[in-house]
């Protein structure tokens, strides 16, 4: 068995190939059973595969962006939306220090999508710098829920090498927060 998390790579170039529905309903599942604050489910997850929409969604992204040529190129764009005050709130109240508790919850729904689409040989890129008023307007998102992030989707044209990470002694802590 593959070590999907090891292989998870952000994939910015795609070969022209559509993916299968089966896929996608796969992966619509892997983001269905993503655990949530108090089990309330504030994902809502827009499917983008028009190629007039993805470019128009492209010249939204930030100067620069390193994703911009993958909205064009991948066949699959995923818009992750989220009800900011569902999660992290009881009774209408904040009961969490962060009041943006939603974002948690969206960051288990993508990873779990990023990491399915590994299993099913897919890639993916997680995009967050663009303008999100009009993104969220050209998309129709209502009032009440935010467009947080795009997640690129499509069959990779190349394999990244795997980026420099921390050791785990650099970063995981016994006992005690320690600087040593």
């Not at 992290?88 to 974002?103: C, I, M, S």
Request: aromatic share 10%.
């Amino acid at each position: 068995m593959e070590d999907f998390i090891l292989h998870r790579r952000s994939i910015r170039r795609f070969q022209d190939k559509a993916v299968e529905v089966e896929k996608m309903n796969q992966l619509y599942e892997a983001a269905r059973w993503a655990p949530s604050w108090g089990n309330q489910q504030c994902c809502e997850l827009v499917v983008i595969e028009d190629p007039e929409m993805r470019g128009k969604l492209a010249a939204l992204l930030s100067a620069k962006n390193p994703a911009t040529k993958s909205f064009e190129q991948a066949p699959v764009i995923i818009a992750v939306c989220g009800m900011p005050k569902k999660s992290g709130y009881y009774k209408d109240q904040q009961v969490t220090r962060y009041e943006n508790w939603f974002l948690y919850d969206l960051g288990i729904v993508s990873q779990n999508i990023c990491l399915k689409a590994v299993e099913l040989g897919l890639g993916t890129v997680i995009v967050g710098s663009f303008d999100h008023d009009k993104a969220e307007k050209l998309l129709s998102v209502p009032d009440g829920c935010e467009l947080v992030s795009f997640i690129v989707l499509g069959y990779p044209d190349h394999a990244p090498s795997p980026p420099k990470r921390k050791t785990v002694p650099e970063f995981v802590h016994f006992g005690k927060y320690s600087t040593q």
